[in-house]
T-cell receptor, first 107, second 114 residues
Framework: GIQVEQSPPDLILQEGANSTLRCNFS?????LQWFHQNPWGQLINLFY???GTKQNGRLSATTVATERYSLLYISSSQTTDSGVYFC?????????FGTGTSLTVIP | SAVISQKPSRDICQRGTSLTIQCQVD?????MFWYRQQPGQSLTLIAT?????????ESGFVIDKFPISRPNLTFSTLTVSNMSPEDSSIYLC???????????FGSGTRLTVV
């Protein structure tokens, strides 16, 4: 199966700081998504982004499919951004999750 | 209203018992997916459930332990059978293509086995 690696594994930020999370994948994919898992375990879809760039408020994401990586940008971080961020990719109907980046935003 | 409704949201169960988790979708979907997330880990696909046929299980998961039903195009259940503490996890259902592309997940079931 496809290998999905995320970095960094852990990140601590001061409120208001910016950050970049990275997702590398080992093969061509037809789907890439970024999710935020909140402390209650709910998995929230942030971006469906198999290629290109998207922005939603303080979050944006870029996927360079030819180079097999994606980046998630968080600007002006808030304490509510804390949680685990997962990148997941799909080829056909098989969906592969990365190991996640655990983000803690401190006031 | 929620696109996917999953219940229960959490439960604490005695070892040796079984728990059935339900997933209801607002629209008809061909395939539904069940995932397990063990504590501190990423998500792992358990099985894919198609309406009208047997579920397809991933390596390491078997039907006797995780029987799945898919009676129609909007509903599925996953049963965790003969539970042990090692089954303590978050279980999530997922469908494809409901909200602008990609996969959407239910709110998850946090299971603790004591």
């Amino acid at each position: 199966g496809i290998q999905v690696e995320q970095s960094p594994p852990d990140l601590i930020l001061q409120e208001g700081a910016n950050s970049t999370l990275r997702c590398n994948f080992s093969d061509s994919v037809n789907n890439l998504q970024w999710f935020h898992q909140n402390p209650w375990g709910q998995l929230i879809n942030l971006f469906y982004i198999p290629s290109g760039t998207k922005q939603n408020g303080r979050l944006s994401a870029t996927t360079v499919a030819t180079e097999r990586y994606s980046l998630l940008y968080i600007s002006s971080s808030q304490t509510t951004d804390s949680g685990v961020y997962f990148c997941a990719v799909a080829t056909g109907n098989q969906f592969y999750f990365g190991t996640g980046t655990s983000l803690t935003v401190i006031p | 209203s929620a696109v996917i409704s999953q219940k229960p949201s959490r439960d604490i169960c005695q070892r040796g018992t079984s728990l059935t988790i339900q997933c209801q979708v607002d629209s008809q979907v061909t395939m539904m997916f069940w995932y397990r997330q063990q504590p501190g880990q990423s998500l792992t696909l358990i099985a894919t459930a198609n309406q009208g046929s047997e579920a397809t299980y991933e390596s390491g998961f078997v039907i006797d332990k995780f029987p799945i039903s898919r009676p129609n195009l909007t509903f599925s259940t996953l049963t965790v059978s003969n539970m042990s503490p090692e089954d303590s996890s978050i279980y999530l259902c997922s469908v494809e293509g409901l909200t602008g592309g990609g996969y959407t997940f239910g709110s998850g079931t946090r299971l603790t086995v004591v």
